[in-house]
């Protein structure tokens, strides 16, 4: 089966570093996205990753290795609308299937 | 209208009636989807729909049906619903590339509670 896991919930302080961790274990995996998801808003895409290595955006960057099945969304510079829940997805198969983790919620603190 | 829209955002119905969701995309998209987000759950992948034709139904119950007119319109026609079917209902497109990934662009959902 699929499983994708993520840390429930976590808290950083404003201006600080934080990285956000998933796992995944599917079969037909072709590629990871992460996104970020407002309170009673719609998910946004932030990144994905299809081979190994980091990808940069500006404040947020994401790595991939996909031996050991592992992610991490790193944010930097934190703001307080950072604060949202990060979803983290496998994207499986030849088609167009995303599974997803349940998402972290992340709470930015002054 | 730009991206993904959703009607209506909000949704209360008994367990006998029959509604219907709306989703429409303007981005040129293919690819359509039906998921179902439940508190402390993750993202559940319903039905997509490729070039029109459904691809996946994630052993969905018969009580949700699903409709794609055309490659811009998905609906979700839903029939005696149960309490626990209460949940955000989110749309979504994608470009039908082959080998992908294919980014997916959400709707801003539909909060449905079923009395």
């Known amino acids: 089966g699929q499983n994708i896991d993520q840390p429930t919930e976590m808290t950083a302080t404003e201006g600080a570093i934080v990285q956000i961790n998933c796992t995944y274990q599917t079969s037909g995996f072709n590629g990871l996205f992460w996104y970020q998801q407002h309170a009673g808003e719609a998910p946004t895409f932030l990144s994905y990753?299809?081979?190994?290595g980091l990808e940069e955006k500006g404040r947020f960057s994401s790595f991939l290795s996909r031996s050991k099945g592992y992610s991490y969304l790193l944010l930097k510079e934190l703001q307080m609308k950072d604060s949202a829940s990060y979803l983290c997805?496998?994207?499986?198969?030849?088609?167009?299937?995303?599974?997803f983790g349940t998402g972290t919620q992340l709470k930015v603190e002054l | 209208e730009t991206g993904v829209t959703q009607t209506p955002r909000h949704l209360v119905m008994g367990m006998t009636n029959k509604k219907s969701l709306k989703c429409e995309q303007h981005l040129g998209h293919n690819a359509m989807y039906w998921y179902k987000q439940s508190a402390k759950k993750p993202l559940e992948l319903m039905f997509v729909y490729n070039f029109k034709e459904q691809t996946e139904n994630n052993s969905v119950p018969s009580r949700f049906s699903p409709e794609c007119p055309n490659s811009s319109h998905l609906f979700l026609h839903l029939h005696t619903l149960q309490p626990e079917d209460s949940a955000l209902y989110l749309c979504a497109s994608s470009p039908a590339r082959r080998g992908g990934p294919n980014e997916q662009f959400f709707g801003p959902g539909t909060r449905l509670t079923v009395l």
């Open positions: 990753n299809v081979l190994d």
């Open positions: 997805a496998a994207f499986t198969g030849g088609g167009n299937k995303l599974t």
